[in-house]
């Protein structure tokens, strides 16, 4: 009974309803907008917060998190600039949706499968969260290695059938994500001896400009095309239409708890990874993917927002953050006499239900905030080209110098957006790039503290994979994930499909 009463705080105050209510609203167009992101919200939400009580801070910073992962679906719809880098898989088909005039039935796909991997992630949270927590735990150094390079073999899967370009892009962005000051030695790392590069390369500055600039210069190419005219009259899915999708959707909430339970990862991760799944599972879609796949929008949302219960997971049993936003509420709970870990259940475990209940509440007020105001959103593509082009950049200035208040960042975002362009003119996928980037630390810091660990003798690192099954199911996974992909493999699958057909 403590537990149900500790879950409905949030519905039985008005002024912390309120509060997950407004915080939910913001999150969502904060996430929108690129280069604000949520973690960044978040953080200096703890200095305005600071004298508050503490279920009231908690209230506004969980509403900003669930809004501010699922908001940044809707720029990546719209103009194909993911609001954050866990909206980059939706942009893949959900911008050639809004191309074909879906918009609407794009962000209202998107907006119901947020909601149910978000209530996904909370029922496991609520449920199995020492279980989840436990198996967290077990992954040594080499196994997020091995994850890494998972991670960097979906390029496959992003580069539209060219292993060779999706393996170049994946590279590139792992070589982008190793500029700067070497974290242990700190030696410099392609710095090419100038200082502006010592501190690295933002990668927010990064996919804004592959993504938005590199869109705005694309659209130069059709400036006197009109623009196509939304269909708006289908927002809501129908119930035939969740009911088809529902057991992928239910699989990538799952990829998407137990990624998002895993300390560093995060749902970009967690995205990207479902939207692979969702290639790899789906035998003939009706639409193929990257050209408007639904499957393509369902995959990636149920995930990442399923990532927000995961992350919460080890952050509230063991006091280990899950990705970047739940490491400033560890501060924000310390900040208000709490500590995180395997005591708060046992000596406060009504804080832990609240937050189950603050979720859970945020989840609800996403799903309605995220269904209204779609019709005025839409007439942003609606827009002549002479008006979203300077639209699109604008919002790609303001969104690369607002990470770090720097215009050194919107130098290389547009750089890197004349560098898009020539990338997709050529047929480079850009999706891997910024994966590269991402995973880049992970595998380089990994690789170091597996290595070290096994006193740098690489018989006794493979002995280490070979003898731990979690790890031997991860590098066979790699293994056989690589040999999918070979252009040797595809010819024979197509040689033995046609022999069963014939």
């Not at 879950?7 to 913001?26: S, Y």
């Not at 639904?294 to 997971?313: D, R």
Request: proline share 5%.
């Amino acid at each position: 009974m403590d537990t149900v009463l500790a879950i409905l705080t949030v519905f039985t105050q008005p002024q912390l309803l309120l509060l997950v209510a407004l915080g939910t609203f913001a999150g969502i167009y904060i996430g929108a907008i690129p280069g604000l992101s949520v973690t960044m919200a978040v953080s200096i939400l703890i200095s305005f917060t600071f004298s508050w009580d503490v279920y009231p801070a908690i209230s506004l910073m969980v509403g900003i998190y669930m809004g501010g992962v699922y908001g940044g679906s809707r720029t990546a719809i719209l103009l194909n600039i993911p609001g954050s880098p866990s909206a980059i898989a939706t942009a893949m088909d959900g911008y050639p949706m809004a191309q074909k005039g879906q918009a609407g039935q794009a962000i209202g796909v998107t907006t119901v499968m947020s909601f149910f991997g978000g209530l996904i992630g909370i029922v496991v949270l609520a449920l199995a969260a020492p279980f989840v927590s436990a198996f967290a735990l077990s992954f040594q150094p080499r196994d997020y290695m091995l994850l890494a390079i998972l991670g960097i073999l979906l390029v496959g899967s992003l580069s539209s059938g060219s292993l060779v370009k999706g393996i170049f892009a994946g590279a590139f962005g792992i070589a982008i994500g190793a500029v700067g000051r070497d974290p242990l030695t700190f030696a410099e790392r392609f710095t090419f001896d100038l200082r502006l590069m010592e501190g690295g390369i933002s990668f927010i500055a990064v996919m804004i400009g592959m993504f938005g600039v590199s869109e705005a210069l694309q659209q130069l190419h059709n400036v006197d095309k009109r623009a196509v005219r939304q269909k708006i009259d289908k927002i809501i899915p129908s119930f035939s239409t969740i009911k088809t999708y529902l057991p992928l959707s239910l699989q990538t909430s799952s990829i998407g708890v137990i990624i998002g339970a895993l300390p560093g990862t995060g749902g970009d991760i967690a995205a990207l990874m479902a939207y692979d799944h969702a290639k790899r599972v789906t035998k003939n879609p009706e639409i193929p993917f990257g050209q408007g796949a639904m499957e393509g929008l369902v995959a990636p949302e149920t995930a990442n927002n399923a990532a927000v219960g995961g992350a919460f997971i080890p952050m509230m049993t063991l006091g280990i953050p899950g990705d970047a936003v739940t490491a400033i509420m560890i501060g924000a709970l310390f900040i208000h006499g709490l500590n995180p870990g395997p005591m708060l259940m046992i000596d406060q475990p009504d804080m832990f239900w609240f937050i189950v209940g603050a979720l859970l509440t945020a989840n609800v007020f996403m799903l309605i905030f995220g269904l209204t105001g779609i019709k005025i959103f839409t007439k942003i593509v609606e827009m002549p080209r002479s008006i979203i082009i300077p639209l699109i950049l604008l919002l790609s200035i303001v969104g690369a110098y607002a990470v770090n208040n720097a215009i050194t960042d919107v130098y290389w975002m547009l750089g890197f957006g004349i560098f898009g362009y020539f990338m997709r003119h050529y047929g480079y996928p850009l999706g891997p790039v910024i994966l590269g980037i991402i995973l880049s630390r992970m595998l380089d810091d990994n690789w170091r503290r597996a290595i070290i660990s096994e006193r740098e003798d690489l018989g006794r690192f493979f002995e280490g994979i070979l003898t731990s099954p979690l790890s031997l199911t991860l590098f066979v996974a790699v293994i056989l994930i690589f040999v999918s992909q070979t252009p040797i493999w595809r010819a024979a699958k197509t040689r033995l499909l046609g022999k069963a057909t014939s």
